[in-house]
């Protein structure tokens, strides 16, 4: 093999050699960008389950069925189902009036409808502070604004009316998406009506407007 030769096969494995390098090179991190920032939206149609246990009489009592939640800026309509899928109680929300209707019974209504609720159902059900916390955003206990983050930690806080928010899982495992939403939120509570008080909400479907 003539000089000129060797020359040239050294130089091919020395190009050979540094594009090897090249492709194994670990890429860099999808983690090190900023997260997206979340936006809340006034206008969403939700569906999902629920599963309530509290207390009556000093016994352990649990309800489970399904929801749909229809909300836009200034109305929501919630509608509670049973496993079968019978509406149990339909609780329409305006400025200033809350109307509960249950199943042959004559409608309630009142200015505040987290007391309509409890008095009407005998649990609370913190309908006013789900308009923002099924999107992941409210007020802690110190009054400060929070907006909870995809993480594969539950993400917990508690509010200024004592309910203790844990968001466990989200609609889609990309944790840096300005469309991620809440999944499962589990809410707690120390009540004198109702005992302790445990809420899981599931949200199958999710659709904004």
């Known amino acids: ?4 030769l060797l020359k040239h096969v050294a130089a091919a494995c020395l190009v050979m050699l540094a594009a090897g390098c090249a492709t194994v090179a670990p ?3 999808a983690d090190s960008g900023p997260a997206v920032e979340r936006r809340y939206n006034d206008s969403i149609d939700l569906s999902g389950r629920l599963s309530i246990r509290y207390e009556q009489d000093r016994r352990e009592q649990a309800v489970h069925g399904s929801f749909t939640w229809n909300q836009s800026a200034r109305h929501i309509v ?3 189902l049973s496993p079968l899928g019978q509406t149990l109680a339909t609780i329409d929300i305006k400025p200033g009036i809350a109307v509960l209707t249950q199943s042959g019974k004559p409608p309630l209504s009142a200015a505040d409808v987290d007391v309509l609720t409890e008095q009407a159902l005998g649990w609370p059900l913190p309908v006013s502070g789900l308009r923002d916390w099924l999107q992941g955003f409210g007020r802690g206990a110190d009054g400060k604004a929070f907006v909870a983050q ?3 930690d539950t993400v917990r806080f ?5 309910w203790n928010l844990s968001y466990g899982e989200w609609q889609d495992d990309a944790a840096k998406t300005e469309k991620n939403r809440p999944k499962r939120i589990d809410l707690t ?3 004198k009506q109702a005992g ?3 809420i899981r909400i599931v949200i199958d479907d999710w659709q904004s407007h």
């Open 1 to 4: 093999m003539t000089i000129n």
């Open 27 to 29: 890429p860099e991190s």
């Open 150 to 152: 995809p993480s594969r």
């Open 158 to 162: 508690t509010t200024r009316d004592g």
């Open 196 to 198: 302790p008080v445990s």
């Open 189 to 191: 509570r120390e009540t």
């Open 78 to 80: 919630l509608s509670l």
